[in-house]
Antibody, heavy 120, light 108 residues
Framework: QVQLVESGGGVVQPGRSLRLSCAAS????????AHWVRQAPGKGLEWVAV????????YYADSVKGRFTISRDNSKNTLYLQMNSLRAEDTAVYYC?????????????WGQGTMVTVSS | SFVLTQPPSVSVAPGKTARITCGGN??????VHWYQQKPGQAPVLVIS???DRPSGIPERFSGSNSGNTATLTIIRVEAGDEAAYYC???????????FGGGTKLTVL
């Protein structure tokens, strides 16, 4: 069935790095934009980044620009989020989500989320 | 940057109609998507492109968008509709996705 499965979350110290992965199955991954969205404990949804279907365009929230990098490997049906210089305020559940053909599309498929905790 | 404003909470009795608003400057010129999120679960798309209902979403859910306000309407509200609801747009001026702050729907 159509699904996204995140992995790579965990506990990390401030200033360190972490890479999240999101494995797609059940659809043509290369045909869709893909997003990362996060949710801090007890808070609302916060968009993190988007990558176009072919990887040629990438956009980031101001809060992570310069620290996080979104990428994809369409041959492996996998989306990535490289997170560097992590801060306590990056603590959140991170979701990957399927967008539309373009970056403005709705998020019609979501993963179950992976928790990232930044703490010393 | 573009801002979406939602009421923090809306309460409605079972069987009645709930309306959740999402305000933004000339939001009527943008496509609005709505998500439902229950505690401990990932969000689920309930309305896309202002008023399109994805497969599997009950007809009780509908959306509209005009002027400075988009609205998610749920008729014949059920206990299972109790959740947080978020509106979302793509802001072309900043190339950013923007989410509203979310509305907690309580079924009395």
């Amino acid at each position: 069935q159509v699904q996204l499965v995140e992995s790579g979350g965990g506990v990390v110290q401030p200033g360190r790095s972490l890479r999240l992965s999101c494995a797609a199955s059940g659809f043509t991954f290369s045909g869709y934009a893909a997003h990362w969205v996060r949710q801090a404990p007890g808070k609302g949804l916060e968009w993190v980044a988007v990558i176009s279907y072919d990887g040629s365009k990438k956009y980031y929230a101001d809060s992570v620009k310069g620290r996080f990098t979104i990428s994809r490997d369409n041959s492996k049906n996998t989306l990535y989020l490289q997170m560097n210089s992590l801060r306590a305020e990056d603590t959140a559940v991170y979701y990957c989500a399927r967008g539309g053909r373009g970056e403005e599309g709705a998020f019609d498929i979501w993963g179950q989320g992976t928790m990232v905790t930044v703490s010393s | 940057s573009f801002v979406l404003t939602q009421p923090p909470s809306v309460s409605v009795a079972p069987g009645k109609t709930a309306r959740i608003t999402c305000g933004g400057n000339n939001i009527g010129s943008k496509s609005v998507h709505w998500y439902q999120q229950k505690p401990g679960q990932a969000p689920v798309l309930v309305i896309s492109y202002d008023s399109d209902r994805p497969s599997g979403i009950p007809e009780r859910f509908s959306g509209s968008n005009s002027g400075n306000t988009a609205t998610l309407t749920i008729i014949r509200v059920e206990a299972g509709d109790e959740a947080a609801y978020y509106c979302q747009v793509w802001d072309t001026s900043s190339d950013h996705v923007v989410f509203g702050g979310g509305t907690k729907l309580t079924v009395l």
